[in-house]
């Protein structure tokens, strides 16, 4: 499975758009590119998956430029509780029923 | 619709002892992984089952963890015994099983602190 590169921290304030950035040289042509967020006492909890150029749900938008070595999760209008740690993860796992490897994740914290 | 429900959610033992972590995955699910986070490092992968059988347990650290899932349904994690390393976050996942997107449901973990 492809490695990725995220941001260990970032901070923001409540009403902003947050964009976090994952680097993935060596993404496969099959892989899907996956975000997970998890609360602090919770599980990961599945938010957004792309493949290719752009991807919107009410949560979050996930942009994927052409060369798809990168990613971007964009998270509009931000509140106190998305406080969380984000999860970039890749691989064809997840259009397939397989185990997920994660990475450090970046840790968002939003102030008021 | 009930999500993935984990039992006990804190678990403090001493080092030797035995404790058993279940986990309920969504009613249907055929699919269940186990997950554990030791401290100060990341989430990492133990096994996973496809209805009572395991598709893969390349995680499990070593012969005191053991998974069952009889019946396919709940799934129970025994350490024996535990040691002072065991101590961190174990979370269950479940996700549907056949074609398609795999989202995978995590419950909330439960904490296991080895003393």
């Known amino acids: 499975l492809a490695k990725t590169t995220q941001p260990i921290s970032m901070d923001s304030y409540e009403g902003q758009e947050v964009n976090i950035t994952c680097s993935h040289n060596n993404i496969a042509t099959n892989d899907y590119i996956t975000w997970y967020q998890q609360f602090p006492s919770q599980g990961p909890r599945f938010i957004i998956q792309g493949y290719k150029t752009k991807v919107t749900n009410e949560v979050a938008s996930l942009f994927i430029p052409a060369d798809r070595k990168s990613s971007t999760l964009s998270l509009p209008r931000v509140s106190l509780s998305d406080t969380a740690v984000y999860y970039c993860?890749?691989?064809?796992?997840?259009?397939?029923?397989?185990?997920?490897?994660f990475g450090s994740g970046t840790r968002l914290s939003i102030r008021p | 619709e009930a999500g993935v429900t984990q039992f006990p959610s804190h678990s403090v033992i001493e080092k030797g002892q035995t404790v058993t972590l279940r986990c309920d995955p969504i009613s249907g699910h055929d699919n269940l992984y186990w997950y554990r986070r030791v401290m100060g490092k990341e989430i990492k992968f133990l096994l996973h089952f496809v209805k009572e059988s395991k598709q893969d347990e390349s995680g499990m650290p070593n012969n005191r963890f053991l998974a069952e899932r009889t019946g396919g349904t709940y799934s129970t994690l025994k350490v024996q015994p535990a040691e002072l390393e065991d101590s961190g976050v174990y979370f269950c996942?479940?996700?549907?099983?056949?074609?398609?997107?795999?989202?995978?449901?995590f419950g909330p973990g439960t904490r296991l602190l080895v003393l």
């Open positions: 993860l890749v691989g064809v796992a997840y259009s397939s029923a397989s185990k997920i490897i």
């Open positions: 996942a479940s996700s549907q099983g056949g074609q398609g997107q795999e989202t995978q449901y």
